[in-house]
Antibody, heavy 121, light 108 residues
């Protein structure tokens, strides 16, 4: 079964760092793009960026460039999303989602279950 | 950046009725690079349609997609109780990939 399993909910304070994960199984991890998508409470979906674990090529949305870092570890079939200094406005649910095998421009299926990040003092 | 606009914002229907959801793009999408997703409360989005009209694996045939250029439509032929949800369109023609704001289908 093709599956993406994300790390659990996080509660952090402003200024703290955070790294959440997305473990892939059931498909070739190094030949599919994997994206991160943000969903703020009660809002829509925002594409943050995408990584190709085969060669670690990464593309970011201009809205998120410089604010987060996307990385991957082929040895454990896992993609990461990282913040150096969280802000309250980073409170959201973050989803990873599998993209296509050939291009970063594709639809997404399946999606991880989501990681809720709460940033509050 | 391609902006997607969805209408209506909310669609109130009864089980068994037909639902028609619209997604308009701010510029023409080449090769109909448009997908539709369904999201239920507390769940991750689920892919319904890709390539504007191709159903994803396991999606019932009451869901159909159509359109090209700047105007796309998702049609639910006969609403089942499990179809009440929010529906998002997504373009994957030009980076950054973008989503529409969603249409909520709720029970009349």
């Amino acid at each position: 079964e093709v599956q993406l399993v994300q790390s659990g909910a996080e509660v952090k304070k402003p200024g703290e760092s955070l790294k959440i994960s997305c473990r892939a199984s059931g498909f070739s991890f190094t030949t599919h793009w994997i994206a991160w998508v943000r969903q703020m409470p009660g809002k829509g979906l925002e594409w943050m960026g995408i990584i190709y674990p085969g060669d670690y090529e990464t593309t970011y949305s201009p809205s998120f460039l410089g604010l987060v870092t996307i990385s991957a570890d082929k040895s454990i079939s896992t993609v990461f999303l990282q913040w150096r200094s969280l802000e309250a406005s980073d409170s959201a649910t973050y989803y990873c989602a599998r993209g296509g095998p050939l291009t970063p421009s594709a639809w997404f299926a399946p999606w991880g279950q989501g990681t809720l990040v709460t940033v509050s003092s | 950046e391609i902006v997607l606009t969805q209408s209506p914002g909310t669609l109130s229907l009864s089980p068994g009725e037909r639902g028609t959801l619209s997604c308009r793009a701010s510029q023409s999408l080449t090769s109909s690079y448009l997908a539709w997703y369904q999201q239920k409360p507390g769940q991750a989005p689920r892919l319904l349609i890709y390539g504007a009209s191709s159903r994803a694996t396991g999606i019932p045939d009451r869901f159909s997609g159509s359109g090209s250029g700047t105007h796309f439509t998702l049609t639910i032929s006969r609403l089942e109780p499990e179809d009440f949800a929010v529906y998002f369109c997504q373009q994957y023609d030009i980076s950054p990939l973008t989503f529409g704001p969603g249409t909520k289908v709720d029970m009349k």
